[in-house]
Nanobody
């Protein structure tokens, strides 16, 4: 059974930083791409970033490019999202997902429960 567990969310002031982690278990982590998505209140879930199985390829939403960095440690079965220069509009529940490299929901087979990120102005 695949499990994805996010951590690292919290409350931060605008301009601050947070690092999210997602620990995966249940199948061979290094065989799959990982992604981060987010959902703000009253809005649809949106793509944030994705990383391929080796970490050699990444892709970001325009809204986070240059501020967020996705990375992975296959030895630890963990994917990270380093978020810098946070803005109030980054406030959302952040989800990690496992599957194929891509920016669309349907590329991913499994999803975590999410972690709340709140950015105050």
């Amino acid at each position: 059974q695949v499990q994805l567990v996010e951590s690292g969310g919290g409350l931060v002031q605008a301009g601050g930083s947070l690092r999210l982690s997602c620990a995966a278990s249940g199948r061979t982590f290094s065989n799959y791409a990982m992604g981060w998505f987010r959902q703000a209140p009253g809005k649809e879930r949106e793509f944030v970033a994705t990383i391929n199985w080796s970490g050699g390829s990444t892709f970001y939403a325009d809204s986070v490019k240059g501020r967020f960095t996705i990375s992975r440690d296959n030895a630890k079965n963990t994917v990270y999202l380093q978020m810098n220069s946070l803005k109030p509009e980054d406030t959302a529940v952040y989800y990690c997902a496992q599957g194929r490299f891509g920016a669309f929901d349907y590329a991913y087979d499994y999803w975590g429960q999410g972690t709340q990120v709140t950015v105050s102005s």
